[in-house]
């Protein structure tokens, strides 16, 4: 009798340890699965919506005419010499895609908790595909702009070339900060349900619905540390031909996103060990 022995060959999957270690080369390998991801997020958002699509146009409008009506006409509220409401739908649009770049890709690691525990793929791109879905709703969004600004008679001028650069650091600020908040949420779920305070209180410390002149220039160092200051300032210089930004308040943000990114990377790269145990 021939006996056979047959051997078993075991592959461990393990997490790059170098410093800041990417491996784009891996992450492009899965561009599909990254693709698949962000159509799926948007298919969800919208699925069974009476008015689908138009939510993405309703939102900031909305939330445009209350600012008007609030900090406009009651609180009177300065707007850079600038008609209220072109000035605040133009932070409203980097805004809103922020937001829901926030919200979403925080909570992505939790709500896709069976697809980590079965299969392999490089982590970053359950949040990197989450915070890039709000591109949809921006550019729906986008429209609308154009249409306000056409009516009160503002033409866009050539800052508006700077505008992909400006979206990009809107991801990449949404994305730094849950390379944080998401491993965090899968060991401790307190953080998801801090999410919608955390959009609130960050609302409100941006120069969404008042211009970066009214805070002292004492504390403009400070408060520019928020990176969407530097985004917002930008969207409105862009757009709307308003003087250029305050270089010291966009090198502060542009410091800021790359701090939180280089951070978050070894963060969630130190964490992604423990997903599949913990989550």
């Given amino acids: 009798m021939e006996q056979t022995t047959e051997r078993v060959h075991r592959i461990i999957i393990q997490p790059s340890k170098g410093l800041f270690h990417l491996d784009v080369r891996e992450l492009w390998q899965y561009h599909e699965l990254l693709y698949f991801l962000i159509w799926r997020e948007v298919k969800v958002r919208y699925k069974q919506t009476m008015i689908g699509g138009a939510w993405a146009i309703l939102q900031p409008l909305m939330t445009m005419v209350i600012f008007s009506i609030i900090f406009g006409r009651f609180a009177k509220i300065p707007s850079d010499n600038l008609p209220y409401p072109v000035f605040t739908y133009t932070a409203l649009l980097p805004?809103?895609?922020?937001?829901?770049?926030?919200?979403?890709?925080?909570?992505?690691?939790?709500?896709?908790?069976?697809?980590?525990?079965?299969?392999?793929?490089?982590?970053?791109?359950?949040?990197?595909?989450?915070?890039?879905?709000?591109?949809?709703?921006f550019f729906v969004s986008f429209m609308v702009l154009l249409c306000l600004m056409a009516w009160?008679?503002?033409?866009?001028?050539?800052?508006?070339?700077?505008?992909?650069?400006?979206?990009?650091?809107?991801?990449?600020?949404?994305?730094?900060?849950?390379?944080?908040?998401?491993?965090?949420?899968?060991?401790?779920?307190?953080?998801?349900h801090a999410f919608p305070f955390m959009v609130q209180f960050w609302m409100y410390a941006s120069p969404v619905a008042y211009?970066?002149?009214?805070?002292?220039?004492?504390?403009?160092?400070?408060?520019?540390?928020?990176?969407?200051?530097?985004?917002i300032e930008?969207?409105?210089?862009?757009?709307?031909?308003?003087?250029?930004?305050n270089f010291m308040a966009m090198a502060i943000s542009v410091i800021a996103v790359l701090a939180l990114f280089f951070g978050g990377i070894l963060y969630f790269k130190k964490m992604e060990e423990t997903f599949s145990d913990v989550i």
């Fill in 95 to 137: 805004w809103m895609f922020f937001s829901q770049a926030f919200t979403r890709s925080g909570a992505s690691l939790v709500e896709n908790s069976s697809l980590i525990t079965k299969v392999y793929f490089p982590r970053l791109i359950i949040p990197l595909g989450a915070a890039a879905a709000p591109i949809v709703d």
């Fill in 234 to 245: 930008g969207f409105r210089w862009a757009l709307l031909g308003k003087q250029i930004p």
């Fill in 152 to 192: 009160y008679g503002i033409h866009p001028t050539l800052g508006i070339l700077a505008l992909p650069l400006l979206l990009l650091l809107t991801l990449m600020t949404a994305f730094s900060v849950n390379l944080w908040l998401s491993p965090l949420n899968v060991r401790y779920r307190d953080v998801g």
């Fill in 211 to 231: 211009p970066l002149s009214l805070i002292p220039e004492r504390w403009q160092f400070l408060y520019s540390l928020n990176p969407m200051v530097g985004v």
